[in-house]
């Protein structure tokens, strides 16, 4: 507000001044101006009636002449004070018009009504430092599974796009620089609902001048950021970066899982995606040959992993000696006499992974045309080329800003959850194919609600409450219907940690202790019912042995009365 009332009152300096010295003049000339009164007295109208009749009449209002008709010398002046007001007050009507639509002026007040939203917001909530594509679907899904985000983007067209969505929450954003601390304060960086700050731009610099501001502003702030290159990686890590995603190096390890396991690709995607959507099937690439077109930092981790599962790949580059690859075809792989040298009518897969997507796109067209039964996968570079990209219909189309979005819900979401996901894929394909049909069978095909709870007084009162008493609290308590206690609700829980020993998909029947975190998998009207289970005694007495307890303290002691009488 400081800069807002500055702003105002530098733009409109001069005309104040000047209202100000043409109205003390003219007030004090009409003080001055000998009058008479109805009695034909001498009469001189005092300072304030002077300032009223000066008010209107240089607003060009007119009131008439009060408390008595004027002298001719009165009127005389006042004809004088008119053009000698009405001047600068219409040139400050002037000045103001033009200060409503200065946009220095209209920054700082959106800049104010953002600061001051984000100081009322009584939730947690993350800060995006841009609205790409990936932090669009970020947006959404936090939007569906209830948690609040706060957006900075320096590109108006972008936010634009942000007042367009349907969202369940309103969500504040300001058109800003994230990289200057000014601007991640007004978002909340100190606010002490703030969860995390997510820092996902194009620009590697500016992903690492977010984290260190963020590092610097706020140590124990979750920060998620996005970085391609290996030094702006190690730089990441000396500040301690919570999660540094490298969106190639991520792809190459997902097209691993899908040759070597599939139901490990699908369970990551599933328990990643947007609440409510459906996950199509994923193709499952084949085994055999591969040609890589492009060995920069996308192609290499494609090489690294495909190799990994003892596929062999032939490598075609046009500018080996920069990308140090050392027995490549050169070339870049949109004419048909390379790809033939790569023998590719012999090939069972082509990655078209330059950081030219025409290039992309004519080098898997050229190569479709000499071996119609290529499993194809291409790289996506720029997101207005997603028409083009929807012509060609590729097997996989790899797009960074999905990859990203599904990695950082991992560990926005829960902590517990992105542990999982890492376990899991240690696990072997059978057991994802395994967990994915019992969810399948417990809540349907769509992508379900995952979050974690933590058995003690604040998340499960009442699970404390009977431990403490004794009573042996399981899981399959937890999963009973509080309504039908014979009945088992839409929720399975998929990892149980206890004194930091993680155990994955835990059986139903294994006792609760205090201190146990668990992850739950289940829909979104499941994750609601789980805390008049977890909060209320009385229920999950009920769950345990059917026996209802009675509510107050009258009926407890008619209960004990009666229930001794029939001993």
């Known amino acids: ?183 991640l304060e007004r978002a909340g960086v100190l606010h002490p609902l703030c969860s995390g700050v997510i820092a996902l731009t194009d620009d590697d610099n500016v992903n690492l001048a977010v984290a260190v501001a963020v590092k610097l502003m706020n140590p124990e702030l979750l920060v998620i950021a996005r970085a391609e290159r290996d030094d702006i990686t190690a730089n990441m890590a000396s500040f301690g970066t919570d999660r540094i995603i490298n969106p190639y190096t991520l792809f190459g390890d997902q097209l691993a899982m899908r040759v070597h396991a599939l139901g490990t690709y699908l369970l990551h995607e599933w328990l990643t995606g947007v609440p409510g959507d459906t996950l199509p099937p994923p193709e499952n690439p084949p085994k055999g040959r591969w040609v890589v077109c492009g060995y920069g930092r996308f192609g290499k981790s494609v090489v690294e992993n495909l190799e990994r599962e003892q596929i062999t790949t032939t490598i075609i580059e046009a500018m080996p000696e920069l990308t140090g690859c050392d027995y490549c075809i050169v070339g870049s792989g949109t004419e048909a006499k390379t790809l033939l040298e790569a023998d590719i009518t012999n090939a069972v897969g082509i990655v078209a992974g330059t950081d030219n997507d025409i290039n992309n796109l004519s080098i898997v067209m050229t190569a479709f045309e000499l071996n119609p039964k290529l499993f194809v996968v291409i790289r996506k570079n720029r997101r207005h080329n997603s028409r083009l990209f929807k012509q060609f219909n590729a097997d996989i189309t790899m797009q960074p800003t999905e990859i990203i979005a599904h990695e950082c819900l991992a560990h926005m979401i829960s902590p517990l959850l992105a542990q999982f996901l890492s376990l899991a894929r240690g696990q072997s394909n059978d057991w994802a194919n395994k967990l994915i049909s019992q969810l399948v069978m417990t809540m349907g095909e769509t992508v379900p609600e995952t979050w974690a709870i933590r058995v003690d007084n604040e998340d499960t009162p009442a699970a404390v409450e009977l431990i403490e008493a004794g009573l042996n609290v399981n899981l399959r308590h937890l999963m009973q219907d509080p309504a039908k206690r014979e009945q088992q609700l839409e929720l399975v829980p998929i990892l149980l940690l206890r004194n930091n020993v993680p155990s994955l998909v835990p059986a139903p029947n294994t006792s609760l202790q205090i201190g146990d975190r668990i992850l739950f998998c289940g829909s979104p009207s499941t994750k609601s019912t789980l805390p008049s289970i977890l909060n209320n005694t009385k229920t999950l007495t009920y769950i345990i042995d059917g026996v209802e307890v009675p509510n107050s303290l009258v009926w407890r002691w008619l209960e004990k009365k009666f229930s001794k009488k029939t001993q």
């Open 1 to 183: 507000m400081d800069s807002i009332l500055f702003l105002i009152l530098r733009r409109l300096r001069r005309p104040l001044i000047l209202i100000i010295v043409s109205f003390a003049i003219a007030i004090i000339g009409l003080t001055l101006m000998p009058g008479q009164d109805d009695q034909g007295h001498p009469w001189k109208i005092s300072i304030f009636d002077a300032l009223y009749v000066i008010s209107y009449t240089a607003t060009t209002i007119g009131f008439g002449e009060i408390p008595y008709a004027y002298s001719k010398a009165q009127r005389l002046w006042l004809t004088f004070s008119i053009y000698l007001t009405v001047i600068p007050w219409f040139y400050a009507v002037g000045k103001i018009i033009t200060l409503l639509q200065d946009t220095g002026l209209r920054q700082a007040v959106t800049t104010e009504r953002f600061a001051k939203r984000v100081r009322q917001l009584q939730e947690p909530f993350y800060i995006l430092c841009s609205y790409g594509q990936s932090s669009n679907i970020l947006a959404k899904a936090l939007d569906e599974k209830g948690m609040r985000v706060v957006v900075i983007e320096p590109q108006q067209e972008r936010l634009n796009e942000l007042e367009l969505i349907d969202t369940r929450n309103i969500i504040p954003y300001l058109c800003a620089d994230a990289i200057l601390p000014e601007s």
